[in-house]
């Protein structure tokens, strides 16, 4: 069964910078667009940063400039960079695996922004 494991999260302070990352089980992550999403508590879950198969990206911007996404397909991983974080960054992070015939979620990884 195929699996999206996102990792790395924890308590940063305002400032601070974090990584995260999403392990694709499938040798195949080359064929798929990947997402982060998140959701605050009491929130709607928002697109925070998308990278395509061709390496093309997008981010909201309320992360355009802090935050960068990127893509490792021999290590079936795809990584966001988090710096200047603020305590509204705080939230659930979720990583997403998509094609026309494919869409896969990963459980999340809390993000914490505190001082």
């Known amino acids: 069964q195929v699996q999206l494991v996102a990792s790395g999260g924890g308590l940063v302070q305002p400032a601070g910078s974090l990584s995260i990352s999403c392990v694709h089980s499938d040798t195949g992550i080359y064929t798929y667009n990947m997402d982060w999403y998140r959701q605050a508590l009491g929130k709607q879950r928002e697109l925070v940063a998308g990278?395509?198969?061709?390496?093309?990206?997008n981010y909201a911007s309320s992360v355009k400039g802090r935050f960068t996404i990127s893509r490792d397909n021999v290590k079936n991983t795809v990584y966001l960079q988090m710096a200047s974080l603020r305590p509204e960054d705080t939230a659930v992070y979720y990583c997403r695996a998509y094609r026309a015939d494919f869409d896969l979620w990963g459980r999340g990884t809390q993000v914490t922004v505190s001082s």
């Open positions: 990278i395509f198969t061709g390496g093309s990206t």
